[in-house]
């Protein structure tokens, strides 16, 4: 046999082959790009080049049987023209519609992304805000992603004459365990997913959760994290959160309870209290930190040794216990001057 018999021969194997080699490189770039998010990037192209050397060898290995005709049977011009226009053009037409509701899916997230990223009430809120809608995004169209192009696959698969039975039953029983044995971790999911959702709790806000109170320093889709104020970190998964209290959302309040003796007259200590509030609000270093006027609540506890007043004055969020220490200064350097004694 000539050269030119020869490479007529092997044309078509090495046509495939180039045609094989082409995909799979493209199928690399794809998936580089799809994991860039969660994966280093020298990791992860070595560990794609690795994966594509290994299916590049046998399938490269399988078109040099058929190209050979060794065993199998020769590969030629109508056999691959039959198989292009039946399997082959049905196997582009199911990866084609696997990435039209990819985009479909992209399209509709974003649409969703602009809808749950609602005007905030500060910029700095509207930033955190989108930048954890944009988190929750991604991982929408991660795992839509995964879903259609797995699927589109098992029917590639299908195509191919293969027995995918035995795929789906591992699949299936893997999903069971993993259901059984990712309880905690589904349940932190979705838990952080509504933390997300709702806006309730932001970083930077001061919450109590189950007891514990500090400065959030980060909220995931899995955990929480809580700087304590000695600077101790409190990690919660999000699942296990039971109740919360967020003491920096929209506005606060500073509260201060003076107890003062029962023999005082009411009215004047009451006057003081008020007038102790309306110079700090009137103060134009704390302007920026008040809300709203001083407000005495009235008597709030009565006892044989002491009479117990309230005074609350609403602030901005983070600036109630400025506010109250220096109310606390102002009312104790009042009553010392007024020689009124507390309780």
């Known amino acids: 046999m000539g050269v030119e018999a020869q490479f ?4 078509p194997a090495l046509l495939t082959a180039a045609l094989v080699l082409a995909a ?3 199928g690399q770039w794809a998936l580089a790009r799809w994991l860039r998010p969660w994966a280093s990037g020298r990791a992860l192209a070595a560990l794609l080049r690795r994966t594509l050397r290994a299916v590049a060898v046998l399938l490269l290995a399988l078109l040099a049987l058929r190209g050979s005709g060794l065993g199998v049977p ?3 011009w109508p056999l691959l023209a039959g198989w292009l226009l039946g399997p082959g053009l049905r196997i582009l037409f199911i990866f084609l519609g696997a990435f039209l509701l990819a985009r479909a899916a992209d399209f509709f997230i ?5 809808a749950l990223a609602a005007p905030a009430a500060a910029p700095h809120d509207a930033a955190e805000r989108r930048k954890r809608i944009d988190t929750l995004g991604r991982l929408l169209r991660g795992l839509a992603t995964l879903v259609l192009f797995g699927i589109a696959t098992l029917m590639a698969l299908r195509e191919l004459h293969m027995d995918i039975t035995p795929i789906l039953t591992g699949a299936g029983v893997a999903g069971v365990a993993l259901g059984f044995g990712a309880q905690t971790l589904v349940k932190d999911l979705i ?5 997300i959702l709702e806006n309730q709790i932001r970083v930077g806000d001061i919450i109590t959760i189950n007891g514990k109170t500090g400065l959030v ?5 899995r955990i929480l994290v809580l700087r304590g104020a000695d600077g101790a970190v409190y ?3 999000n699942g296990a959160i039971s109740e919360y209290a967020n003491l920096t959302k929209d506005f606060a309040y500073a509260v201060l309870d003076v107890g003062v003796a029962p023999q005082q007259d009411l009215g004047r200590v009451t006057a003081l209290l008020q007038a102790v509030g309306d110079s700090l609000v009137r103060d134009p270093a704390f302007a920026a930190k008040i809300l709203a006027p001083a407000e005495i609540l009235g008597v709030e506890s009565l006892g044989p040794t002491s009479v117990g007043l309230r005074l609350r004055i609403r602030t901005a969020p983070m600036e109630q216990w400025a506010v109250d220490r220096e109310l606390r200064r102002r009312v104790q350097e009042q009553f010392a001057a007024a020689k009124i004694a507390l309780a």
Request: glycine share 8%; net charge positive; charged share 10%.
């Open 8 to 11: 007529a021969h092997w044309l």
């Open 24 to 26: 799979l490189g493209a």
């Open 74 to 76: 020769r590969l030629t």
């Open 110 to 114: 974003a649409h969703l992304q602009q």
């Open 191 to 195: 838990a952080g997913v509504f933390l």
């Open 217 to 221: 320093e980060s909220l995931r889709l």
């Open 235 to 237: 990690i919660f998964h």
